[in-house]
């Protein structure tokens, strides 16, 4: 069980999946937000397409529930990155009330590494 203030990593070594816990310091804010319940319809500033390599919209993320979606969506080895991992953690704060913003960043930043094209719409 995950405790408060604590960010949980699955990282993958040979094979093997080891799970640890990073405590960081809690403000009362996200300690506020840990209660609330998730609000997955909450609006991104813009919405953001994903491009295929011929640069046209394969999806596009419109609410925390679409990026939720994406996320869930990905092969097991992308959900064991912490780059993803760290996109999941911001993302469940924003829909506890979290800044949005601080999701967005993050997720274009690990879709520009991956070599996944997206832009605002």
């Known amino acids: ?4 203030g604590c960010t949980r990593w ?4 040979d094979g093997t999946v ?8 809690a403000s009362r804010a996200s300690k506020a ?3 609330k319940r998730p609000n997955w319809s909450r609006l991104l500033p813009q919405p953001l397409q994903i491009l295929d ?6 999806v596009t993320l419109r609410t925390l529930g679409d990026v939720r ?10 959900q064991l990155k912490t780059t993803w991992g760290h996109v999941a953690v911001m993302l469940d704060e924003a829909a506890r009330g979290g800044d ?4 967005v960043v993050p997720l274009r930043m690990v879709l520009g590494m991956e070599g996944i094209t997206s832009r605002p719409k």
């Open 1 to 4: 069980m995950a405790q408060a």
């Open 10 to 13: 699955r990282i993958v070594y």
């Open 18 to 25: 080891t799970t640890f816990a990073r405590k960081r310091p």
């Open 33 to 35: 937000a840990l209660r």
């Open 53 to 58: 390599e011929n640069e046209k919209p394969i």
């Open 69 to 78: 979606k994406m996320l869930l969506g990905l092969p097991e080895p992308y």
């Open 100 to 103: 949005i913003m601080d999701v």
